[in-house]
């Protein structure tokens, strides 16, 4: 996370992760702390109530590396890797557009975005 934060060009002023165990309550929420970063948790079980984190993990992460876990040793220090790539790609290259609607005429939804 330290690694995350020295990329980033800007203040990070709030933290958002969904309830998932990776996210790890007590180190990252001292992590978050020691650097003066809000993180507020989303209330479990309770699907969209942090749409930004859920939207990135479909659109990003599981396209990359698949829905499959990857939890040996090995797996993590290429995922490491991949990431560290991955970053550049998705900050600086790739719009971001938020799902405003999606729009049902039937069998077909036409979906619309907000301005990237």
């Known amino acids: 996370m330290a690694s995350c ?3 980033y060009p800007g203040r990070v002023l709030s ?3 969904d309830n998932g165990s990776e996210s790890a309550p007590g180190h990252l929420t001292r992590f978050c702390i020691a650097r003066g970063i809000t993180f507020p948790r989303s209330r479990p079980y309770q699907g969209n109530d942090n ?3 859920e939207e990135k993990n479909n659109s990003v992460i599981r396209t ?3 829905y499959d876990p990857h939890d040996s040793q090995g797996e993590e ?3 490491n890797r991949l990431y560290q790539a991955l970053h550049l ?3 600086w ?3 971001s557009q938020k799902l405003l609607r999606g729009d049902r ?3 077909h939804i036409t979906k619309v975005y907000d301005n990237a």
């Open 5 to 7: 934060l020295r990329r």
């Open 15 to 17: 933290l958002h992760s």
């Open 51 to 53: 749409p930004h984190v």
């Open 64 to 66: 990359f590396v698949g």
């Open 77 to 79: 220090g290429l995922l």
């Open 89 to 91: 790609l998705v900050n």
């Open 93 to 95: 290259f790739l719009l």
């Open 105 to 107: 005429t039937g069998r």
